[in-house]
């Protein structure tokens, strides 16, 4: 069975840390290029950011770019996203994905991140 | 950025009768490769987001048949050819070829 389990969300400070990791199982982690989204509560979705099957390749959104980087350890079947100088506008449900564009697309449960005071 | 913009955003409809969303890009959808990365998403309540379409008509593993999605270019719809209640919920459209990837505001379904 394909599973993404989001961890590592929880209440930080502005300007504070957060490293998000995303674990997958039951599927090939290695053949797949893997995506983080966003959804502010009650609002919609955001695209973060996408990595390719080996790393060489990843993208962000602009809202983030500077501050997010994404990461993945092929050996570990884990996805990583390292948040820096979190701002307030940074609060969401930030869901793992597995292939948004192809075959097999597959969503995580998210983990839920506050950036507050 | 390629702006989503879907209509209608508030959807009430009866049980058994059809629903159409719409679905319009700010510029063509149609990457360099040939393909048309256009998305179709239903986010049940307190659930996550689902995906039911990629490439505008491929219907993702386990999505009814009653569901359809079809378009090109820049205009893209996703139709329901009889609403049941498991399909109360946000819609959302979402383009991935050019980046950054970006999504439609949503649809949210409800029935009447």
């Known amino acids: 069975e394909v599973q993404l389990v989001e961890s590592g969300g929880s209440l930080v400070q502005p300007g504070g840390s957060l490293r998000l990791f995303c674990e997958a199982s039951g599927f090939t982690f290695s053949s797949h290029w893997m995506h983080w989204v966003r959804q502010a509560p009650g609002k919609g979705l955001e695209w973060v950011s996408f990595?390719?099957?080996?790393?060489?390749?990843?993208a962000y959104a602009d809202s983030v770019k500077g501050r997010f980087t994404i990461s993945r350890d092929n050996a570990k079947n884990t996805v990583y996203l390292q948040m820096n100088s979190l701002r307030a506008e940074d609060t969401a449900v930030y869901y793992c994905?597995?292939?948004?564009?192809?075959?097999?697309?597959?969503w995580g449960q998210g983990t839920l991140v506050t950036v507050s005071s | 950025d390629v702006v989503m913009t879907q209509s209608p955003l508030s959807l009430p409809v009866t049980l058994g009768q059809p629903a159409s969303i719409s679905c319009r890009s700010s510029?063509?959808?149609?990457?360099?490769?040939?393909?048309?990365?256009l998305n179709w998403f239903q986010q049940r309540p307190g659930q996550s987001p689902r995906r039911l379409f990629y490439?505008?008509?491929n219907r993702d593993s386990g999505v009814p048949d009653r569901f359809s999605g079809s378009g090109s270019g820049t205009d893209f719809t996703l139709k329901i050819i009889r609403v049941e209640a498991e399909d109360v919920g946000v819609y959302y459209c979402?383009?991935?070829?050019?980046?950054?990837?970006?999504f439609g505001q949503g649809t949210k379904l409800e029935i009447k």
């Open positions: 510029q063509s959808l149609v990457h360099s490769d040939g393909n048309t990365y």
């Open positions: 490439k505008v008509s």
């Open positions: 994905v597995r292939t948004l564009l192809g075959a097999s697309g597959w």
């Open positions: 979402m383009q991935g070829t050019n980046w950054p990837y970006t």
């Open positions: 990595i390719n099957i080996d790393g060489s390749t990843k």
